[in-house]
């Protein structure tokens, strides 16, 4: 009773609001919850945070029922019923002599003209607080968001297109309703110590924070688990979905698990950034003239590497089963993105994210239309590298054989970590022979195929020590876990690098055991698409080069006969030596010889084989052309993809005869008989490409263009 008299004094002067109406994404929950847990601090120093119309901390309970989709359909008994109710309740729950504290983002969904009358001019003095986020990093976070916490599939450009980020019109909207307000940048370079809490308490409430502990924010999703999330949503929606989790629940894991995934969040490419930008110019130079003069957004950088991250399927089936047995809810505890995926001794320490070198990779200069060939076609195509996780295994038993290929166990025969890198029927546990690696232990092989190939070594398993030095910055190691037939290869290689740690070699079944083993997830074949980061590793080595690179000269890989060597050998040579291109054997050569000789070719030609791998080595200051005879029942995109990864040029040289569709019986070994007119044909159109041109001018009548078998 003495307390509603005491409002009924109070109301002889206007009740002191201050409306935080958000906007989204911009650091509502740590505020709302601050406001909440220190209540009686606000108290003491005039200030009410509203007790009621809340749900957890926020005043959502007052503003969702004013959202402008419902009072649109309202008429006005309706309209003036529920904001006359909803005032009433206020002004019984407020103290008149202190300032009163409303905080929800929802209020943006609002009609500024409908909260206007829930607090009119004559009985409120109202405040309105809103801070304002730049529009990319809004868009991004909105966008994980909405696929977070409902069960939407949304496109994101389609999301970028539709949404709306006009500031100008928003603020004019509330700011002609509420002429005392404070429109605020969120940006950690614009707020107050990078703190929402402070920027609040010091610009709006004229008080020092209070130290406490940490603030929980409203976690976003990371790349990782918006893709899960995505792929959940569909499922769900297609009622294709056999484990469904509670929303509740998926929405509290899917966030702690974000925090610690090293995957990152999701980022805008350059051209989603550009329109973003474009598309509010003029909107925000109105709104930042008009509202907060010599103020402008500084928008985060675009990244082609932080793009929608594909998850494989085993990945989301593995994520899904671990979700549905996590405890839940959390009651305080933390929920590792490691720990739970992978269990006890198993370290993520960190994921590279990859740069292609390219986006997608071009047809064949010298083709001139699609063409099949070997279960693939020539043709323009995407070039999604994949994120390379780093992991640390402890205490741990490798097993393999070349059959199955390889599982890590604990000491005891249970399953510690699957990589993947085994057939439907994984290896079975063998009790590991000779003494524990005790000291820190590379994995450099992939054990169920490739093995003793130079290609596959140089562009899959030796660029795995790259991405241990960039990420995790291991620069060596104790030990090195090499298939035997690839040790000539690492012996060479780690003479050229450095490399300090002992080889161990392994055959063709068996077991170790490692105290400290280093892997990575699986590598695509070639140099992960072409990933910036082991390009520019290899690039950096070139023995002996020193800046005095011989000039530049053509050459022609030879392969010995019985070894996809060339059949028609003398013919080819007369067009070898028309052209001044020089046969070179890179059988026995050392590792060293191959790169300086790569390095110094402008023009690479030879019938496909691993010594292509050398590509990686050539001179990358200058323009380079690599013409790839590819024979009929054996090859593959590796080196085409690698030279356009590289900035190569790249002509495709079918046998004669041309190309099978798909492979047939017969034996990779079998020589080549090379097109000549395709080969020639090819040579001049590289030549032209060198000499700066495309080269199609310089092609003379005698050679066809784009025909890829003799009739």
């Known amino acids: ?257 974000s925090r610690t995934d090293p995957l990152g969040k999701l980022r805008m490419n350059r051209a989603q950034r550009e329109y973003v930008m474009e598309k509010y110019a003029e909107p925000n130079r109105r709104f930042f003239a008009e509202y907060i003069p010599g103020k402008r957004f500084a928008y985060e950088k675009a990244d082609e590497r932080y793009g929608h991250y594909r998850m494989p399927e085993a990945e989301f089936e593995l994520i899904l089963r671990k979700i549905d047995e996590a405890p839940w809810p959390l009651r305080g505890r933390t929920l590792n993105h490691s720990e739970l995926l992978y269990g006890a001794g198993v370290t993520l320490l960190g994921v590279s994210t990859p740069e292609a070198t390219t986006d997608v990779i071009e047809r064949p200069d010298n083709l001139e239309e699609d063409v099949p060939a070997l279960g693939f076609v020539f043709k323009t195509i995407g070039n999604a590298s994949r994120p390379v996780e780093l992991f640390r295994v402890d205490d741990t038993v490798l097993c393999w054989t070349f059959k199955d290929g390889s599982m890590l166990y604990d000491e005891k025969g249970g399953e510690r970590f699957d990589r993947g890198d085994h057939n439907a029927e994984k290896p079975a546990f063998t009790e590991p022979s000779g003494e524990t690696l005790e000291g820190k232990t590379l994995l450099l092989t992939k054990f169920r195929r490739a093995r003793n190939n130079y290609a596959h070594f140089i562009l899959e398993r030796l660029p795995v020590l790259f991405y241990f030095e960039a990420v995790a910055q291991i620069r060596d190691f104790d030990y090195y876990i090499v298939d035997e037939g690839s040790m000539g290869f690492f012996r060479q290689m780690a003479e050229i690098l450095g490399l300090k740690g002992t080889p161990v070699p392994a055959g063709r079944n068996g077991s170790l055991s490692v105290r400290h083993l280093y892997c990575a997830s699986t590598l695509p074949h070639p140099l992960n698409k072409g990933d910036r980061l082991p390009v520019e590793r290899y690039r950096n080595l070139l023995p002996g080069t020193g800046g005095t690179v011989p000039a530049a000269e053509r050459i022609f890989i030879d392969r010995p006969s019985g070894r996809r060597g060339v059949a028609n050998g003398e013919a080819l040579d007369r067009v070898l030596q028309k052209y001044g291109i020089r046969k070179v054997s890179f059988d026995g050569m050392a590792i060293a010889d191959q790169i300086r000789t790569i390095n110094r070719a402008s023009l690479v030609t030879g019938v496909h084989g691993a010594a292509f791998a050398n590509l990686v080595f050539a001179d990358a200051s200058k323009k380079r052309c690599c013409i790839e005879v590819l024979p009929k029942r054996y090859g593959m995109q590796s080196f085409w993809i690698l030279s356009r990864a590289l900035g190569m040029g790249y002509c495709a040289v079918p046998p004669a005869g041309g190309w099978d569709a798909k492979r047939t019986p017969g034996t990779h070994r079998e020589d080549v008989e090379v097109d000549l007119d395709m080969f020639e044909n090819a040579v001049v159109k590289a030549l032209g490409y060198l000499a700066g041109g495309e080269g199609a001018a310089e092609i003379s009548d005698g050679f066809p263009t784009g025909r890829v078998a003799k009739e």
Not at 8 to 16: A, H, T, W, Y
Not at 34 to 54: M, P
Not at 133 to 156: G, K, M, N, W
Not at 163 to 185: E, I, Q, S
């Open 1 to 257: 009773m003495l307390n509603r008299i005491k409002n009924l004094i109070g109301r002889q002067k206007k009740q002191k609001i201050i409306l935080h109406i958000g906007r989204h994404k911009s650091g509502t929950t740590a505020l709302q919850e601050y406001l909440s847990r220190h209540a009686d601090f606000l108290n003491e120093h005039g200030f009410d945070y509203l007790g009621i119309f809340r749900r957890e901390d926020a005043h959502h309970l007052l503003s969702e029922p004013l959202n402008r989709r419902r009072t649109d359909a309202m008429d006005e008994r309706e309209l003036e019923a529920l904001v006359d109710g909803a005032r009433e309740k206020i002004l019984e729950a407020t103290d008149p002599e202190k300032t009163l504290i409303i905080s929800s983002e929802a209020f943006q969904n609002c009609d500024p003209a409908v909260v206007r009358r829930l607090f009119p001019e004559k009985t409120f003095d109202v405040k309105l607080v809103c801070y304002f986020r730049d529009q990319v990093s809004y868009i991004l976070s909105s966008y994980a968001q909405a696929i977070h916490a409902e069960y939407r599939t949304d496109d994101f450009d389609r999301y970028i297109r539709a949404f709306d980020g006009n500031y100008h019109t928003f603020a004019r909207a509330w700011g002609r309703l509420f002429p005392k307000r404070v429109f605020r940048v969120f940006s950690r370079s614009d707020l107050i110590n990078g703190d929402i809490v402070d920027d609040f308490c010091i610009n709006v409430l004229g008080t020092n924070p209070v130290t406490a502990e940490p603030l929980e924010s409203n976690p976003s999703l990371s790349r990782r688990y918006l893709s899960f999330k995505l792929m959940y949503n569909r499922r769900y929606n297609n009622g294709k979905l056999e484990k469904k989790i509670p929303l509740g629940k998926l929405y509290s894991l899917l966030g702690e698990l």
